[in-house]
């Protein structure tokens, strides 16, 4: 069971009217971006529940989309979100989805494109107070809420992949805070979400990629480092 403290439910620095509908919804789209490799031409949100109902009046969209183009909660950017996303090529659409019911009331899937057509989908809930978490990469259920630097490991479910991905974090001097294994079914995609206090050495992923069951690799650092 986790706790959320006063102070957080008093919410963040952020731009915007709610810490759920705005603050929050940035921090999802922001998270999501560091997963995509390459250069974000084209992305897709869909919207479920609260958000759904409300996201043009409290901003969720202009939030979302200025997330996903990198801009922290509080840049004043988000207000002119749609205007920069067209000026940099961004194309962007907002669906609802109000038949599935069965989710966070402020749950967001996000579908992102690169300029070589590779796509990545990524759901993500805002919790209150600025806190997110996100529950699903590419249909594979996860658990992940960006409060740590992090690498994100898509594998074969294989074994000795998790001991080499320890092994050469521990090469590296890398205290591991959290780690955890997500798979689709046996012997099949998997992704290794390892949380640390510390910042990652961005050449670890040279290193995790030595191994040939290990077929990409994602480092999402706290912006505030």
Not at 104 to 117: F, K, L, W, Y
Request: aromatic share 6%; hydrophobic share 40%.
């Amino acid at each position: 069971m986790s706790f959320i403290s006063v102070f957080d439910v008093i919410g963040p620095n952020m731009v915007g009217p709610s810490s759920s509908h705005t603050a929050g919804a940035c921090a999802i789209a922001h998270l999501a971006q560091k997963m995509l490799n390459g250069i974000l031409k084209e992305v897709e949100f869909t919207l479920y529940g609260s958000f759904a109902k409300t996201y043009g009046g409290h901003g969720t969209d202009r939030a979302l989309l200025g997330g996903i183009m990198g801009f922290d909660t509080d840049d004043v950017r988000i207000r002119d979100s749609f205007e920069i996303a067209r000026e940099r090529g961004i194309a962007y659409r907002f669906l609802t989805d109000e038949k599935e019911t069965d989710v966070h009331p402020n749950t967001v899937d996000i579908r992102m494109c690169n300029e070589s057509g590779t796509q990545m989908s990524v759901r993500g809930e805002s919790l209150g107070g600025g806190k997110v978490r996100i529950v699903r990469i590419n249909q594979v259920k996860v658990d992940f809420t960006g409060e740590y630097n992090a690498v994100i490991i898509i594998q074969k479910d294989r074994p000795g992949v998790a001991a080499h991905i320890t092994k050469a974090l521990s090469d590296r001097d890398v205290n591991i805070a959290f780690m955890r294994l997500f798979r689709e079914s046996k012997g099949e995609k998997a992704y290794t979400i390892v949380e640390s206090d510390d910042r990652l050495p961005e050449d670890i992923i040279g290193q995790l990629l030595e191994n040939p069951n290990i077929r990409e690799v994602m480092l999402v650092q706290k912006s505030s480092q």
